[in-house]
């Protein structure tokens, strides 16, 4: 069974989001997404200061076997890429929610907040994959 | 429908990821593909491939009968355990799949072939045997393991039967010893020395347990198909079909022209296309940007389009991404890959890029229309 921290949002196409104390937000892919993509070994991650909107594509996840797209969250601006991942892509297997995270942004609309998922509706969400 | 081998418990048990391998519940990696992988290159690991097709084909005109049905020789099989590699091609020489045939003895001898083609491949091999005296026989009671790794050899011999242990460490490479329902031969399909192994479904859970006991590693498809890329192996469906030609996939080796006088299905084709010269490569990419190539993806040299990427991925040996690709390249080995909206930098690379574990590539020079 994969690993949902209680404390985190999550989205349907398996990103999680952390809110942190300055109102910006950090973003990265949930221990189902790494574990359904095989060992990681490529990532393209997004320019700093570019502007996103609610599902738009900003980074693609490369492993072994396929290539997955990752999808904003939120609308917002990205403030920084962890580029730890330039050399170490296999960190987000290991970690996904702590040194595997992907990048952070400032968003730009609280509203959108309401649509994201608590840990449990994720839970539920994984399992109906599952069927 | 889907089928599972007769160690599928073992393979649940070992950790195993199972996906479906065309009807067959199989494991993908037993928890990281890239380790199985390295684990291949440096030690040994263990693929079960039961899911394949073994037919034997056994009576007097068994040999003219298949002499007929390949593009290799059946010829070069001098002796009893002999194997060749090669393909089976239809009346234009496109490519209906990939074998080995082993000489079992002068009348007899035994096919190994895909899983995924197996209907069409024994509804053309019956269709093609009309008439002749050639027994059928496909077998379904046997286990097949692939033992792979510069150590496989070695540690194999310690879990085989005592009576097999002196003539399989005596194997050359791409011959094979049969005892009783027991075969094993020195071949495979990851670059690296080793065994494949067929035994009885029944014997098949106490051998896989006496491999692990001897260090031996299960390994998974997803290892399989990274070993076989770096080793510049095809995999039929992805790098060649019944559109393409022996002379288009990198197995022209696999075809014997010699002698003249043998006729085999697709030969006239083979030999026009040939004569004509004008015709794609499959030949080795080498990404030299960061990324991953993938099948599907375009290939350009000078602005203009060459041809697609057939099989891609990262190489775990080489740690960058490779890839096969079908091209009709004009001149040196540079050229780009549209991955998305990038254009990436690769190189046309003779393959193999891998074999025993050392990188072997060169890079491709002049490329000409003919080789």
Redesign the interface.
């Known amino acids: 069974m994969s690993n949902i921290p209680e404390e985190l949002v999550y989205t349907e196409s398996h990103e999680w989001v952390r809110k942190e104390s300055d109102g910006s937000i950090t973003v990265g892919v949930t221990d189902h997404a790494q574990s359904m993509l095989g060992d990681l070994v490529f990532v393209d991650l997004p320019e700093e200061e570019l502007e996103v909107s609610r599902d738009e594509e900003c980074c693609v996840l490369e492993s072994v076997k396929a290539a997955a797209d990752v999808y904003a969250p939120v609308s917002g601006v990205i403030v920084e890429v962890n580029h730890e991942l330039d050399s170490t892509p296999e960190v987000i297997n290991k970690e996904p929610y702590d040194a595997g995270w992907l990048f952070r942004m400032i968003p730009s609309d609280e509203k959108e907040f309401e649509d994201l998922l608590d840990a449990e509706a994720y839970q539920e969400c994984v399992k109906a994959e599952a069927h | 429908m889907t089928n599972k081998t007769a160690l599928y418990d073992q393979h649940v048990a070992a950790g195993a990821k199972i996906v479906d391998f065309h009807g067959w519940l199989l494991p ?2 037993y928890g ?3 380790e199985e992988h390295l684990q291949v290159r440096t030690q040994a690991g263990i693929f079960d491939v039961s899911h394949m097709t073994i037919v034997d084909l056994a009576g007097k005109d068994s040999e003219n009968f298949l002499s007929y049905l390949l593009a290799n020789d059946v010829a070069k099989l001098k002796t009893p355990g002999k194997a060749l590699y090669t393909a089976m091609l239809n009346e234009t020489a496109g490519i209906i799949d990939d074998l080995i045939v082993y000489k079992i003895n002068a009348t007899n001898f035994r096919l190994v072939l895909n899983a995924a083609t197996r209907e069409k491949d024994l509804i053309w091999i019956r269709q093609q045997l009309k008439g002749r005296e050639v027994k059928l026989t496909e077998h379904q009671d046997l286990v097949n393991l692939a033992i792979q790794g510069p150590k496989a050899r070695e540690k194999t011999a310690q879990a085989l039967p005592e009576n097999l242990r002196e003539s399989a460490l005596n194997l050359k490479p791409f011959t094979s010893v049969i005892q009783g329902d027991w075969q094993v031969s020195r071949t495979g399909y990851t670059g690296e020395d080793g065994f494949e192994v067929l035994l009885p479904k029944a014997e098949a859970a106490q051998f896989w347990q006496a491999l692990l006991a001897v260090g031996i590693k299960p390994c998974g498809l ?1 290892a399989r198909d ?1 070993l076989r890329l770096e080793a510049g192996l095809n995999l039929y469906g992805s790098d060649m079909d019944e559109t393409v030609t022996p002379l288009e996939s990198n197995i022209t080796w696999t075809v014997a022209l010699e002698p003249k006088a043998r006729n085999f299905i697709g030969r006239a084709a083979l030999e026009a296309q040939q004569q004509q010269g004008h015709y794609p490569h499959l030949l080795g990419l080498l990404l030299q940007d ?3 190539l ?1 099948a599907g993806q375009k290939v350009f040299q000078r602005g203009q389009e060459i041809g697609v990427i057939i099989s891609g ?2 190489s ?1 040996t080489l740690k960058q ?1 490779i890839a096969f690709a079908r091209v009709l390249a004009q001149g040196d080995e540079d050229c780009q890959v549209q991955v ?1 909206d990038k254009m990436l930098t690769a190189s046309l690379v003779k393959l193999p890029f891998v074999r025993n574990g050392q990188a072997v590539f060169k890079l491709i020079k002049e490329v000409e229309g003919n080789e």
Do not use: D, E, L, M
Request: glycine letters at 12%; charged letters at 20%; a positive charge.
């Open positions: 993908i990696h990281s593909q890239i997803g990274t960061k990324g991953v993938r991925t990262f775990p991404s998305r």
